[in-house]
């Protein structure tokens, strides 16, 4: 079983900048497609980022594109999300997840692994 936390959420001003953390423990997670999702009240949890298991490909939803990076760290079975130049639209609760295969997509149903979700909060 692979269980997934995240950290670092919080709340942040405008323009500003937060880095997310998501630790795997159970099983060696250095092999899997992760990626992060996030989920506004009211609405559906949507695509956010995603990174092939071995770091070489990202793909990033439009409208984080050129504000957020993700990467890998697979020695310590994690994956990370710099978050910059912030906008209050960026509210939401952001979660970790990952399959066990090299498909990267960014279609959440095919992501069997989860996160609890770390909250983020940008002030205007």
């Known amino acids: 079983q692979l269980e997934l936390v995240e950290s670092g959420g919080g709340l942040v001003q405008a323009g500003g900048s937060l880095m997310l953390s998501c630790a795997a423990s159970?099983?060696?997670?250095?092999?899997?497609?992760k990626a992060w999702f996030r989920q506004a009240p009211g609405q559906e949890r949507e695509f956010v980022a995603a990174?092939?298991?071995?770091?070489?490909?990202?793909y990033y939803a439009d409208s984080v594109k050129g504000r957020f990076t993700i990467s890998r760290n697979n020695s310590k079975n994690s994956v990370s999300l710099q978050m910059n130049s912030l906008k209050p639209e960026d509210t939401a609760v952001y979660y970790c997840a990952a399959k066990p295969d090299s498909l990267v997509t960014m279609d959440r149903s095919r992501y069997g692994y989860w996160g609890q979700g770390t909250q983020v909060t940008v002030s205007s």
């Open positions: 990174i092939s298991w071995s770091g070489a490909r990202t």
């Open positions: 159970g099983r060696t997670f250095s092999t899997y497609t």
